[in-house]
């Protein structure tokens, strides 16, 4: 799982960074910073839930290839 975001619709809310603080940082009328593009699974529901909340739908998750 990857995430990215799409910096032309990130208006800074920081939603993402209240549900998943270790993932996202935002600063003060910044944009989202990604702190770790692959989080483990321990935080996984955060950034699920970070995903979901941001008013601008800025984040996408993007599945990785599976090779296992
Ligand atoms: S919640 Fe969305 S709009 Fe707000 S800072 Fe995070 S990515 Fe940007």
């Known amino acids: ?3 990215v975001a799409d910096l032309d619709l990130c208006q800074g809310h ?3 960074a209240a549900e998943a603080p ?3 940082s935002v600063p003060k ?3 989202v910073e990604i702190l770790d593009q692959n989080p483990g699974e321990d935080v996984k529901t955060d950034v699920a ?6 008013p601008t739908q800025a984040l996408m998750l ?3 290839d599976a090779t296992h």
């Open 14 to 16: 920081a939603v993402c």
């Open 62 to 64: 993007v599945a990785e």
């Open 1 to 3: 799982m990857k995430i």
């Open 49 to 54: 839930n970070a995903v979901r909340y941001c």
């Open 29 to 31: 009328r910044g944009q």
């Open 22 to 24: 270790t993932v996202f």
